[in-house]
C-alpha cells in the first residue's frame, strides 16, 4: 500500500504541475496519500475523483502482489507482454481504477494476475452484425455473441457455453488465439466506463476499412467485424462486441505493446529509439497532414523486435481516431486542424514517446535529436519542433468530463 499511495500521489502532482486545474490552495509536499491531497484541496464536484483516486490506489496494491512472469523478454507471446504490464497507465492517478470491481473481480479479470477468463456466449435471436462474423459464433439463425461474464452476472443474461481467453492490456479486450475481442463492460475502468455505443458498433468496420486505404508505413488490426444485441429496436450499448483478427507474430519475431517495452533493458538506445522513430514518425505525421490523427500511445502501439530491433509497427483500436470532416465517416469523428494536431502530439509525442525517451538508458536531449532527424518537412513539422507539446489533461477530465482544455509540457526539441 506504501508504495502504491506514491506511486498515484507521484501522478497526482504531476497533474498539479501541468494541468489547468482549479487553484491549489494546499502544499502538495505535506502529504503522503493522494486522498487526502485532494480532500485538503475542497474542490468543487471532486467526490467522484477522491473515490476513484482511493480505489485506484488499492487495486494497485493489489496489482503489485502477482508474481513475476519468468519467461525471458524476447520469448513471450504477445499475451505475457500484454500482461506484464502492473501498473497500468503510467500517468493516470485513475491508473488502476476499476469502479464496480470487487478485489475478487481484480483477480478474476485484471490481465495483471493473468487468469483466463471464460467469456460467456449469448444466443442473440435479435441483433445487428457489420462485417464478417466467423461461422464458428453462429448457431443457425442466431450469433453466439461473446459477453463478458462481469457483464454477464450483472444482466442476468442467458449463455450457452464459453470461450477461453487471455484479458490484454484493456481487460475489457481479450485474446481467444485467433481473434481479440473487445467487450462491453459497464464500469469505469480508468477514465470511462467502458460500453460500445451503437454508433462504434454501426461503424466499426466502415472506419477499419477508411484507415486500410489510408494508412502507409504502419499496419493495423483491422476490425473484422461488430455485432450487437437490439433493444427496442437499437444496439444496446451494454452488449457489443467487436472483434479483431489478432495479430500474428513473423518468423523470429517478438510482439508487444510499447508500454511493455520498460521491462527490458533496451541495447544501443540511441540507435534503437532511431530505427523506432524511423518507422512510426513520418507515417504519423505524413498522415496528419492528410487530416487524420491515429491515437497512438503505449497501449495502442504494437512493436514487432526482430532480435532485438524495432520491425514493424503495428496500431489497434481504432474508435478514438479522428478526421478531417468527410463524408462516408461519422460526424463524431470529425474534428478541426488544430484538434487533429493536438491528438497527434498528445498521445504520440507527450505520452508514447516521452515515456520511452524516460525509459531509455541515454540522455535526453541524444534521444530527442534522434526523433527530430526523423520528422519529415510537412504542415505541423514547425509546430513539433517549437511550440509547447500538448497532453490529455487526464485529472481534470475526471473533475470535469467536459473540458476541451489541454496541458502543455516544455517542447523537448528546443535547445
Known amino acids: 500500500m506504501p508504495g502504491a499511495r506514491a506511486a498515484v500521489l507521484a501522478r497526482l502532482r504531476r497533474a498539479l504541475a501541468i494541468e489547468p486545474l482549479p487553484q491549489v490552495s494546499v502544499d502538495p509536499a505535506e502529504y503522503t496519500h493522494p486522498v487526502d491531497l485532494l480532500t485538503a484541496l475542497r474542490w468543487r464536484d471532486s467526490g467522484n475523483l477522491i473515490a476513484e483516486v482511493a480505489h485506484s490506489v488499492a487495486g494497485l496494491a493489489l496489482s503489485r502482489t502477482t508474481g513475476p512472469l519468468t519467461t525471458p523478454f524476447l520469448h513471450r507471446s504477445l499475451e505475457e507482454h500484454e500482461q506484464s504490464v502492473v501498473d497500468g497507465h503510467p500517468l493516470h492517478p485513475c491508473c488502476r481504477n476499476r469502479t464496480g470491481f470487487t478485489a475478487q473481480d481484480h483477480l478474476a479479470y485484471g490481465p495483471e494476475h493473468r487468469p ?33 461474464p462481469w457483464q454477464a452476472d450483472r444482466l442476468a443474461v442467458p449463455t450457452t457455453g464459453s470461450l477461453p481467453a487471455s484479458p490484454l492490456m484493456a481487460l475489457r479486450t481479450l485474446s481467444t488465439g485467433s481473434w481479440h475481442v473487445k467487450t462491453t463492460l459497464s464500469a469505469q475502468i480508468t477514465s470511462a466506463v467502458r460500453d460500445i455505443s451503437g454508433g462504434s458498433i454501426a461503424t466499426a468496420t466502415t ?80 498522415l496528419l497532414a492528410r487530416g487524420v490523427a491515429l491515437e497512438a500511445h503505449e497501449q495502442n502501439l504494437l512493436v514487432g523486435l526482430v532480435n532485438g530491433r524495432p520491425s514493424r509497427v503495428v496500431y489497434r483500436d481504432l474508435a478514438d481516431i479522428r478526421v478531417s470532416p468527410r463524408a462516408g465517416l461519422p460526424t463524431r469523428l470529425h474534428a478541426s486542424p488544430e484538434a487533429l494536431r493536438a491528438k497527434t502530439f498528445a498521445t504520440f509525442f507527450s505520452t508514447a514517446l516521452t515515456g520511452l525517451v524516460g525509459a531509455l538508458d541515454a540522455p535526453d536531449g541524444d534521444l530527442w535529436d534522434v526523433v527530430a532527424q526523423k520528422i519529415p518537412d510537412t504542415p505541423d513539422r514547425h509546430a513539433l519542433l517549437h511550440d509547447p507539446l500538448p497532453a490529455k489533461p487526464l485529472t481534470l477530465m475526471r473533475l470535469n468530463p467536459e473540458t476541451t482544455e489541454w496541458a502543455y509540457l516544455p517542447n523537448p526539441f528546443r535547445s
Do not use: C, K, Y
Open 207 to 286: 472506419v477499419s476499412d477508411f484507415l486500410e486505404s489510408t494508412v502507409e508505413g504502419i499496419e493495423l488490426q483491422r476490425n473484422r467485424a461488430s455485432a450487437a444485441v437490439l433493444t427496442g429496436g437499437e444496439p444496446d450499448r451494454r452488449l457489443g462486441v467487436i472483434l479483431r483478427d489478432a495479430p500474428v507474430p513473423r518468423e523470429g519475431e517478438t510482439l508487444l505493446p510499447l508500454a511493455a517495452l520498460s521491462a527490458w533493458r533496451v541495447p544501443d538506445p540511441i540507435g534503437w529509439l532511431a530505427e523506432f522513430a524511423e518507422l512510426t514518425v513520418p507515417p504519423l505525421m505524413t
Open 116 to 148: 483466463v477468463v471464460q467469456l460467456r456466449l449469448h444466443p442473440a435471436a435479435d441483433h445487428v452484425v457489420f462485417g464478417d462474423w466467423p461461422e464458428e459464433l453462429r448457431d443457425g439463425e442466431r450469433i453466439l455473441l461473446p459477453v463478458h
